[in-house]
């Protein structure tokens, strides 16, 4: 009777946990049957954990590497040509101005900056003739 008792007290508190946190899983650790709120720890959460790991191991390595490029752009100087200018550090302008005479074309390179106002590059036939802040 007792033992019935004991039995019955523990199936109400298992069904009641149950109801309170969810699902139950029923997993073998160490050749014992144990009963968690988790999924057992098996290939499909192992796998899991690797590709989780593989994939942050992959955005670190993409961070490093633009960081690196970061690193070996230079600044604009004159000189430089468009395309150069271009892989700077300056990178693309957000607008461009173009004057065309009969001998030369000059363009005016716009780059908007959030707190100082605007940074200007000046070509002439191309290359960069001057650079203003």
């Not at 009777?1 to 109400?12: E, G, P, Q, V």
């Not at 192992?46 to 490093?64: D, F, G, L, M, R």
Request: aromatic share 10%; glycine share 6%.
């Amino acid at each position: 009777m007792k033992r019935s008792y004991i039995f019955l007290s523990l199936c109400t508190a298992l069904i009641a946990q149950t109801a309170i946190s969810g699902e139950v899983y029923t997993c073998t650790v160490d050749g014992k049957t144990v009963y968690q709120g988790k999924p057992c720890a098996g290939k499909e959460l192992n796998n899991k954990v690797k590709q989780s790991q593989s994939q942050i191991k992959a955005k670190q390595e993409a961070a490093a590497k633009e960081k690196a490029a970061q690193a070996t752009k230079k600044e604009p100087r004159v000189g430089m040509t468009k395309a150069e200018a271009e892989k700077s550090t300056w990178g693309y302008p957000d607008k461009i101005n173009t004057t065309t005479t009969a001998n030369n074309v000059f363009e005016q390179w716009v780059y908007r900056t959030p707190y100082s106002g605007s940074k200007y590059l000046h070509f002439t036939n191309g290359r960069i003739s001057s650079i203003s802040n």
